[in-house]
């Protein structure tokens, strides 16, 4: 049954092609491709969770949340544009050369590869499902139709794409087989996060997350075959050129981050093997079992940050002196700024997480404003140091977002003796949101924040860009919880719980701050 035009655009799908729309309006005619294939993405995502809606449940998805396949699907893709666009001005005022250019090329057609192949796998699923409960079901031929040439479409705006930056046949077949690497990589990593993790989020979020996952490994990868070609063989075999310069402390997030995810992956293949051959041994009491896998738990995570993630960024790029030994050194050349700041951080963190600790134990305050409260402290953190310490604080991100991996492991696997207690402290913060096997508020708000930052490295000239996560989620997204959940009447879609009211609260604040943005643009540029 296809969907009317007045129940298949809510106010959530009007919203995403709004902005879809804006990116699109200021492309240069040398992105026409990108586009098209944007265009094509979005009416493919949109056709998608129409008939998501529509069908029987396929995964065991977040209670009470939209599927949001649209939102999923085009933000990443967008996103990338947006920084392409940048980088198209940059070029035309030969402030970059051309390897940032085409590498950025491959990373929006990556993402776009990754978010339509998880889209193809949705429908296949949902044609499947259809089938089976009705055979004579009369929308599937349309319905093949229709995705096989949004399909074929942009597997063909790819092409030429990839062959305007391709010197030869050969590359464009190759970096075609990249992207089609990506795509099934994807949907092999979507199937595994919702049958591992049911119920912790919707579709569109495990679709958003699924493609940063597999675009960030999957540079991350490529610099390292890259690298490894450059020094044994030629760079020529490498099909995506990466010739732009990388900062140490990208390298380093990266390394602790895939060592993080190999260690997750050795340490549970470890315990299982550990657990069948101790099955014969009864005798040995629950406490020394405990007590024996958490030192295992402790001397891998040891040896992988220690030995096996700094092998691989002085394999990447040319450290002086060991990784480990270069943050200090980085820490060290301003103590006085960086380690004020940081007792400045450890102060706050310690004085508001004991305060609203107590309160969501006694208190009858929703947890949902109550957990507000930490977006109007990362603001108080996080906008400090991004004027002051730009750099300092994106290393900051990253071992924060480190140590939060590790605690939410220790948290899963209940490792002795942290365990249950991190369970019981993080417990006290969750709502309907989170589920008890991941709890991820913690990981979208620093995320949030630190993107923005991240993502604008290298040529910028929007100077508002990196304090868009923070000004966005620490006042945006507060006062929309807030004036929502308090006053929201009219909401943006049937299933969902966003509100017209909140929105516009949230609007009030961001309007405000662009009023201001070339004062706080020139106070940053002043001081980076």
Known sequence: MVASPLTAINGERAVVFFFVFRVLSSLPLSLLPHALSLSLLSVFSLFVEIRADGSLSLFKTRPGASSGIMLGAVTLPTVMLSKLIQLSRAFSLQQIEIGELEHMTMQFWAASACCCGVLIFLSILMWCAAYNKNPHFSCSVWDAKFSLSCVILFSVVCCISLATISHTGFNTALKLLWLLCHGFAAVKLIQHLLNTFPCCASIGEALLLTSGLVLYFGDMLACTISKVCRLLVSPELVSIRYGIKRSEIGIIIQGVLLGLLIFSAVFKFVIHLWEYFSRADNSESRKNKEIRRSLIFFASLGFTMIVVSPSWMMIVLDFDVHPILWIFQFVLSEPLKRLSLCI????????????????????????????????????????????????????????????????????????????????????????????????????????????????????????????????????????????????????????????????????VPSSHCRDHKWFIGGLHSTTR
């Open 344 to 507: 400045y951080w450890l102060g706050l963190i310690y004085a508001s997480v004991l305060r609203f600790y107590n309160i969501s134990k006694n208190s009858k305050i929703e947890r949902i404003l109550l957990r507000k409260y930490y977006h109007l402290l990362a603001v108080s953190m996080f906008l400090p140091a991004l004027i002051y310490q730009p750099k300092f604080l994106d290393l900051a991100f990253g071992a924060a977002l480190a140590v939060f991996l590790v605690l939410e492991i220790i948290r899963v696997w209940r490792i002795w003796p942290l365990g249950q207690l991190v369970h019981q402290f993080m417990s006290a913060f969750t709502d309907h949101r989170d589920s008890d096997i991941l709890i991820v508020s913690h990981f979208s708000l620093l995320l949030g924040c630190a993107l923005p930052i991240w993502m604008s490295s290298g040529f910028n000239d929007r100077p508002l860009i990196p304090f868009a996560g923070i000004l966005s989620l620490g006042i945006g997204d507060t006062m929309a919880s807030m004036v929502g959940h308090k006053y929201g009447v009219l909401r943006w879609s049937k299933t969902g719980k966003k509100t017209i009211e909140g929105t516009a609260a949230a609007l």
